[in-house]
């Protein structure tokens, strides 16, 4: 008599497990009669669920129970048995050590690859065998607390780090009467932001400027001499990357200085204008640090002069119109 797959699987369904260990002996007694016994003997196994087969230890856990009659398991197990997913058979009547399923501190990564019995034996010197060597291992294991809790005294540590932003000083306050007044600087921002707009128009096109210089359009960057005054022809034939950096080398050569002279002014006014946004990270800290100067200098005034007008001019562009101000 043959028995298809499907018919294997409703005789698995069986509500009786008694009539169901009937049945599978008679099919698999047809089948060693038909010669296909040694092929499905594997498939004999024991009342113990799935859940605890397989899992083959030594030394640990505790004993399967005393095998039950034979009788074929759940198709599932069928299909894994024939699909070579175990090396020997479930059960070959010898007595095998489990591991125990419960849930204990070897749940996870403190589980062990290799169970060992016994003491390690120190006194031996150096492990002889893997066997010992895995004794001490878990020896030592076994000595390291489960928790660990690392006590640091911070106080003795905050003593000796290093700061790790510097401290930058406040900008300095000046003294009102020589201060620029808010419609002052209104007024003033509104002119600043006529002249760059009328720049920018007359950079982006080809017509020549007052002195008659023509545009060049590739645009070469030049060194600036700080000796002579700017010119409308020499700011355009920077390119936007040489007049950035052109301010950047300016306003970092008077970080120096005890007073700015009116030259020095008109470079930093006419780089201002010229200056194409958006402003990159390094521009804006330049002229933070040139806000910052012109404030410096001019708290050290205590009369008005020419000085003090073209730094309220230099705090006005770089406070208000670049928004270096501190709010």
């Not at 095998?96 to 120190?122: C, H, Q, R, T």
């Not at 004794?135 to 607390?145: K, L, S, Y």
Request: aromatic letters at 8%; glycine letters at 6%; a negative charge.
């Amino acid at each position: 008599m043959r028995y298809t797959r499907k018919e294997l699987e409703v005789l698995s369904g069986a509500p009786s497990r008694e009539a169901q260990a009937l049945r599978w002996d008679e099919a698999h007694a047809a089948l060693a009669a038909a010669g296909f016994s040694g092929d499905y003997d594997g498939l004999v196994a024991s009342d113990e669920p799935l859940s605890r087969r397989g899992k083959k230890v030594s030394g640990a856990g505790k004993k399967r129970p005393e095998a039950a009659p034979h009788h074929f398991s759940e198709v599932t197990e069928v299909g894994a048995w024939r699909n070579g997913d175990s090396g020997v058979p479930f059960d070959e009547g010898e007595d095998v050590e489990y591991e125990d399923d419960s849930d204990d501190e070897y749940d996870g990564i403190l589980k062990p690859a290799f169970a060992v019995d016994g003491e390690p034996d120190f006194e031996s010197g150096e492990p002889l065998d893997g066997f010992e060597y895995l004794r001490r291992v878990r020896w030592e294991a076994n000595q390291i607390p489960k928790v660990k809790v690392a006590k640091i005294d911070l106080s003795a540590a905050r003593k000796e780090q290093t700061p790790y932003m510097p401290e930058i000083p406040d900008i300095p306050k000046c003294s009102p009467d020589l201060c620029a007044s808010k419609e002052w600087e209104d007024s003033f921002i509104t002119y600043f932001s006529d002249t760059r707009l009328a720049f920018l128009e007359l950079d982006s096109s080809d017509e020549p400027s007052v002195s008659g210089a023509v545009k060049n359009p590739c645009k070469p960057g030049i060194s600036f001499e700080p000796q002579i005054d700017p010119t409308l022809t020499m700011i355009r034939k920077m390119d936007a990357v040489s007049r950035a950096a052109t301010l950047r080398n300016y306003i970092g050569m008077i970080q120096s200085f005890d007073a700015l002279s009116r030259n020095d002014c008109l470079w930093l006014f006419a780089l201002c204008v010229a200056v194409e946004p958006p402003l990159d990270a390094e521009t804006c800290a330049s002229l933070r640090s040139m806000l910052r100067k012109c404030s410096t200098i001019l708290a050290t005034k205590s009369e008005m002069d020419d000085e003090v007008v073209m730094l309220n001019i230099l705090v006005a562009i770089s406070g208000r119109y670049f928004g270096q101000y501190e709010k």
